[in-house]
């Protein structure tokens, strides 16, 4: 199973920025599919997750700015990021979480918001 993130960049505060990912090699119709990020010297946090049914949960922090959706064919999951500030500057990772499999992670994608 792979996972191939992209989307991530440098924008300025109340910028906005799309992030996508898709799997590979998996044909699970039952999961998890989300996105967590880490900035410098911090734990690896959540951001969103949506489950096959399309029930999302969000974290506080990005709670109205960020959407999270997934493409019919469960297979690409994707982040909306709106009125982006500096402190939401992380590497952005992308999660997959199959019914009886372990779960998996993209490689990371930068995002930085500054002026």
């Known amino acids: 199973v792979q996972l191939q993130a992209s989307g991530g960049g440098l924008v300025q505060p109340g910028g906005s920025l799309r992030l996508s990912c898709a799997v590979s090699?998996?044909?699970?119709?039952?999961?998890?599919m989300g996105w967590y990020r880490q900035a410098s010297g911090n734990k690896r946090e959540l951001v969103a997750i949506?489950?096959?049914?399309?029930?999302?949960n969000y974290a506080d922090s990005v709670k109205g700015r960020f959407t999270i959706s997934r493409d019919s064919g469960k297979t690409s999951v994707y982040l909306q990021m709106n009125s982006l500030k500096p402190e939401d500057t992380a590497v952005y990772y992308c999660?997959?979480?199959?019914?009886?499999?372990?779960?998996?992670w993209g490689q990371g994608t930068q995002v930085t918001v500054s002026s």
């Open positions: 949506i489950n096959s049914a399309g029930r999302a």
């Open positions: 090699g998996s044909s699970a119709s039952i999961n998890v």
């Open positions: 999660y997959y979480l199959p019914l009886g499999a372990p779960e998996y």
